[in-house]
């Protein structure tokens, strides 16, 4: 999604007007250690053959020592923006549009719109995924720090939410001096993130990548011990398979004692799941509807929007919400730009988004298969979001 960059965080304010971090309920935090030691947590790193190490792209890098930016320089940013970004879009809606069942994939949520709906959606009462994510890292990020003593923090859909800022400050407060690596497909996000971080971080450097982490994985520069955070629970727009696929591939990129942090949304009471994706002010069902507001700008149809129901519901048996939009009588859209007729009967649906739901037990065992070695479990008392540490064996 953002596959995007899934998670568009963006001077995001997470809190109802009058709140602060201090005085939002925080639920004890049980620390749990996973099974392994946390042994495994010091730094045994595999040094690559030249020719496998990757690099960010030679042609635009302005070279320093080891990769740093030069003496002043704090920040860069590699753009690796897929050129042919409107063939993706228009080959995904076609396939999508054409398909039995109606689908769109969710990472086109994410346009200027989408990520101000987005953000409108995190503070929504209902919505208590970034809430609890956040104030559980507040409460564990020294230790992440302390067992994972980054060079580089690498995060993926980033911007320059108050989820990385927590980590920041605790490095800050460990002395440990970090590179931040934020991946995220939107360039002036994360121009405007990371100005607001240099701002407040005097001695952090920035080594920005607008791109897709789907993608660029192999951009991830190599050689200093890293964590990298994939939080809010973005992975759960993966399928199962899509999901093991991506963390299999953040692993092959990653170093013996690199660790990885992962945020997810647990598995919980259905009325609780049902309420965060069907708020009563109606946020998130425009953010459902936008997507059709970006494939009218992005490919010339006319979609009327309001001419499509909301629909959020929990799939037990997958373990995940879903999204669709529902026509609510039967009519005909035109994608003009694909010269391409959809009909839509009364009650059809476009499957739009999921969002999956995960257990310890399911969380650690993808990680395991795909190279990591749990290290610690991280949850509220109401067991309703968790943040996964693990190492890269
Ligand atoms: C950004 C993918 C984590 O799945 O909860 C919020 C997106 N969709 N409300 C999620 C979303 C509907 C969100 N993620």
């Known amino acids: 999604m953002r596959h995007r960059a899934a998670s568009d965080n963006f001077s995001r304010d997470v809190f109802p007007k009058g709140a602060s971090w201090s005085n939002l309920p925080l639920h004890p935090i049980s620390l749990q250690a996973g099974t392994t030691a946390a042994g495994g947590a010091t730094t045994k790193r595999t040094s690559l053959a030249p020719a496998e190490v990757p690099h960010f792209d030679q042609a635009r890098e302005r070279k320093g020592p080891l990769g740093y930016p030069p003496p002043g320089e704090r920040l860069r940013v590699d ?41 409108r959606i995190c503070d929504l009462p209902e919505y208590y995924l970034t809430r609890t994510e956040q104030a559980l890292l507040e409460g564990v990020a020294d230790e992440i720090v302390a067992l994972s003593r980054p060079r580089d923090l690498v995060e993926f859909g980033s911007g320059a939410s108050r989820k990385t800022r927590l980590l920041l400050d605790a490095l800050e407060r460990a002395t440990n001096r970090v590179r931040y690596l934020p991946i995220d497909v939107s360039e002036s996000m994360l121009r405007r993130s990371a100005q607001a971080l240099l701002a407040d971080y005097p001695s952090l450097r920035i080594h920005a990548v607008a791109g897709d982490y789907e993608r660029h994985l192999d951009r991830l520069p190599n050689g200093r011990r890293r964590l990298v955070a994939f939080l809010g629970s973005t992975i759960g727009n993966f399928t199962r398979s899509q999901a093991q696929a991506f963390l299999t591939r953040v692993a092959s990129h990653l170093n013996t004692g690199d ?105 650690e065992a993808m990680l395991d298969r795909a190279g990591f070695t749990p290290v610690r479990w991280y949850e509220p008392a109401n067991r309703y979001f968790a943040l996964s540490l693990a190492v890269r064996r």
């Open 79 to 119: 753009v690796h923006i897929d050129p042919d970004g409107p063939g993706t879009i228009a080959a995904d809606v076609r396939r999508g549009l054409s398909s039995p069942r109606k689908r769109l994939p969710p990472k086109y949520f994410y346009d200027d719109r989408g990520s101000r709906l987005f953000d």
């Open 259 to 363: 660790h990885f942090l992962l945020g997810v949304d647990l598995v919980k009471d259905t009325a609780v799941l049902h309420a965060a994706y069907n708020d009563a002010d109606g946020v998130t069902a425009e953010f459902n509807r936008n997507l059709l507001h970006v494939i009218n700008r992005t490919l010339d149809s006319d979609f009327d929007p309001l001419a499509f129901d909301h629909l959020a519901f929990f799939n037990a048996e997958e373990s995940q919400i879903e999204m669709h939009l529902s026509a609510q009588h039967a009519h005909e859209v035109q994608v003009r730009a694909l010269a391409l007729t959809v009909p839509f009967e009364a009650g059809e649906t476009i499957h739009t988004e999921i969002s999956r739901k995960f257990t310890r037990a399911e969380t």
